[in-house]
């Protein structure tokens, strides 16, 4: 076992296999570093990971670099106490993966009550350096830690916020299903499809639909969005609760009070409509949902220019944009919300059609894409 630790309290070095606990040297204070034979976590990580600091420290908030430091020096001695109890331990190295992860699991649980709020941001500012410097080892134990702390933090959460986590990490639809179906009916204990137990809390289907739309909301609100594959996670949450609550599209408890739909989701569905259902079709919606096109995040800068800008600026078929500004870009979520308000209007004036059976085709492929981005 060898443990180094830098003389800034936020770094600090695990590596195997063991050696003398005895050798302790001093590290350089700008870098942190970690590495072990840990395994990769099982499940991908159920929450995007907060925006990088940035690689010029002098750019840097003072709150987050205090909140860096504190949490960093709570990161050192969690992985301090686990090089404490792993050093008498005597196996082989097929099960270091396994001992890195029971040893987490105690450490973290005795320690979670009283987490500085800027601890997952340490963590994440070391798996950041951890990719730069593609150490594999240092990233898998780091991310292991990270991925203990979430479950011991989502296990105080309400049921529906459970269920959405658990959601998030079901890869195939029929397990999706199953697990609300299960949820719905008040939860329990179940054998999964490896035959060991575990607990699913029941939960409304309202509101797990209503918080995956709430994370949802303050996703697409940013100018950039962070993390792809969870949106496209969240949404397919939102969209198999609010399905299998069977109200239909005009279900009171699917309306978000929406009065006039965004510019940016109806100029492109203005362009999908007009056009034959067929691959080039799935393509656009496609690039759009990965962020190419009118999906692309608003990264520049406004300028003295902006208003010439604004008046070349086109709505909906061509026409002159009716804010006058430069729409948001479309994004997965706002999108179906969209698709849902028209068809729901084409259904409530009963005049369905072609145009129904597009807006359907629209819909149903998109939900397809959004799977495939997710998993």
């Given at each position: 076992m060898f443990l180094s630790l830098a003389q800034s309290p936020a770094c600090a070095v695990v590596s195997f296999p063991w050696r003398s606990s005895s050798q302790l040297i001093p590290r350089v204070p700008s870098r942190c570093t970690l590495a072990c034979h840990a395994a990769v976590p099982k499940v991908p990580l159920p929450i995007a990971s907060p925006a990088s600091?940035?690689?010029?420290?002098?750019?840097?908030?003072p709150a987050e670099c205090d909140a860096l430091l504190r949490g960093g020096e709570q990161v050192a001695s969690v992985l301090q106490e686990m090089v404490t109890l792993m050093e008498d331990m005597e196996m082989d190295g097929a099960f270091e993966p396994v001992a890195v992860e029971l040893v987490a699991q105690g450490v973290i649980g005795?320690?979670?009550?009283?987490?500085?709020?800027?601890?997952?941001?340490?963590l994440d500012y070391m798996i950041q350096l951890a990719q730069k410097d593609t150490d594999d080892e240092r990233k898998s134990i780091l991310e292991v830690i990270k991925q203990t702390v979430l479950d011991h933090l989502t296990k105080k959460c309400p049921p529906h916020v459970q269920v959405v986590g658990l959601l998030c990490q079901t890869e195939k639809?029929?397990?999706?299903?199953?697990?609300?179906?299960?949820?719905?009916?008040?939860?329990?204990?179940?054998?999964?499809?490896?035959?060991?137990?575990c607990q699913i809390p029941g939960a409304n289907l309202n509101d797990i639909a209503n918080q995956a739309d709430d994370l949802v909301e303050s996703m697409e609100s940013r100018d950039t969005i962070p993390d792809r594959k969870l949106l496209a996670r969240l949404v397919i949450v939102r969209e198999e609760a609010r399905n299998?609550?069977?109200?239909?599209?005009?279900?009171?408890?699917?309306?978000?009070?929406?009065?006039?739909?965004?510019?940016?989701e109806v100029n492109f569905l203005s362009k999908l409509v007009a056009l034959k259902p067929g691959k080039a079709l799935e393509r656009m919606i496609k690039d759009v949902m990965n962020g190419r096109?009118?999906?692309?995040?608003?990264?520049?800068?406004?300028?003295a220019d902006s208003h010439s800008?604004?008046?070349?600026?086109t709505g909906v078929l061509g026409r002159g944009s009716v804010s006058g500004h430069k729409p948001?870009?479309?994004?997965?979520?706002m999108f179906l919300e969209t698709v849902y308000k028209v068809l729901g209007g084409v259904y409530a004036?009963?005049?369905?059609?072609?145009?129904?059976?597009?807006?359907?085709?629209?819909?149903?492929?998109t939900l397809k894409i959004l799977q495939e981005m997710a998993f």
């Open positions: 600091l940035g690689d010029d420290p002098s750019k840097w908030d005795k320690r979670v009550d009283e987490m500085e709020s800027g601890f997952l941001m340490a639809k029929e397990s999706r299903h199953e697990l609300l179906r299960r949820v719905a009916a008040g939860g329990g204990v179940f054998k999964n499809d490896k035959g060991l137990k299998m609550m069977g109200g239909g599209l005009l279900d009171e408890r699917n309306d978000r009070g929406l009065t006039t739909l965004p510019e940016a096109g009118e999906g692309a995040d608003n990264v520049e800068q406004p300028s800008e604004q008046e070349s600026l948001r870009p479309v994004r997965p979520g004036s009963n005049t369905s059609g072609i145009t129904a059976q597009h807006l359907e085709w629209v819909h149903q492929t």
